[in-house]
C-alpha cells in the first residue's frame, strides 16, 4: 500500500475522531489521536473534541516536538513521543477515557500485565496483552517513561503490545494507521465491557486454543 501523504492523514485523524465520538468512544474534549510523519507529528489540539476537528488545525510538530503550524498541540504529546520511541512499528497514537477500561480500573484489573483475560479470539488476535500503568496525575512526564518500560518488557518477551492502560485515565494504543488504531481501541473497550457484564466471570482462553490462534494467524502472545 502506497503510503498516505499529510492531507490524508489530516483527514483520516479527523474520521476517525468523529466516528470514534459518534459512537461513545470518547468524549467531550478528552482523548487525542497523533500520527508520526516522516519528519515530525501531527496531533490533535489541546482540549479539542474529537467529534469537531477540523484537518486543517491540528497541530503540527518537527521531529524535536517544536510546534510549526495549527492550534496549541495536545499536551500528551511527551507520551505519545515515548510510544513512538519504543515502539518503532507505530504510526498512530490513540488516546480516550473509554468508560468501560475506566470502570475496569476502578473495579480492578485482571492482573498488572493483563488488564483483562484473553476471553474472546479477536481480544488474543487484534489487541494483546494491556499492562496497567499506575495512576499518575495527567500530564505527568514520568507516565512516559514508565509506558517505554513496558513496552520495551514486551519486546524482550518476544511478545509486542499495542496498548497500554492508564488507571483511572484510559488507554494509550497504537497502529500503523489511525484506522487500524482505532480498530485496537475499540476491540479493547468492547473486551472490557464483556468482562464487567458476565456475571459469573468466564474462563480466560486456555493455553491450547491460545496456541491454535498462534498457528493459525500468527498470533503474538
Known amino acids: 500500500m502506497a503510503a498516505q501523504s499529510e492531507s490524508q492523514l489530516r483527514e483520516e485523524i479527523c474520521s476517525v475522531g468523529r466516528s470514534l465520538f459518534d459512537r461513545g468512544y470518547v468524549h ?21 473534541c474529537l467529534g469537531r476537528l477540523d484537518p486543517g488545525r491540528l497541530a503540527r510538530l518537527d521531529a524535536q516536538g517544536r510546534q510549526t503550524s495549527g492550534d496549541p498541540a495536545s ?51 487484534k489487541v494483546g ?4 500503568i499506575p495512576y499518575h496525575r495527567p500530564g505527568d512526564t ?5 509506558v517505554a518500560q513496558r513496552i520495551a518488557q514486551f519486546h524482550a518477551r518476544g511478545t509486542p503490545i499495542r496498548a497500554v492502560m492508564l488507571e483511572r485515565l484510559g488507554p494509550n494504543v497504537w497502529h500503523g494507521t489511525p484506522g487500524q488504531a482505532s480498530a485496537v481501541l475499540e476491540e479493547l473497550e468492547e473486551t472490557a465491557r464483556l468482562w464487567l457484564q458476565c456475571l459469573p466471570r468466564p474462563q480466560p482462553l486456555n493455553p491450547a486454543q491460545i496456541e491454535e490462534l498462534r498457528i493459525t494467524f500468527g498470533v503474538s502472545w
Do not use: Q
Not at 81 to 100: D, Q
Not at 129 to 132: D, G
Open 28 to 48: 467531550a474534549t478528552a482523548g487525542n489521536i497523533s500520527v508520526r510523519l516522516d519528519e515530525g507529528f501531527l496531533i490533535t489540539p489541546t482540549d479539542a
Open 75 to 125: 499536551k500528551t504529546l511527551a507520551l505519545h513521543r515515548h510510544i513512538y520511541g519504543a515502539a518503532p512499528e507505530a504510526r498512530c497514537v490513540i488516546h480516550s477515557h473509554s468508560t468501560h477500561l475506566v470502570a475496569l480500573t476502578l473495579h480492578g484489573v485482571w492482573s498488572p500485565d493483563d488488564i483483562v483475560p484473553p476471553i474472546t479470539p479477536y481480544f488474543v488476535m
Open 129 to 132: 496483552h494491556v499492562p496497567l
Open 142 to 146: 514520568r507516565v512516559g517513561e514508565l
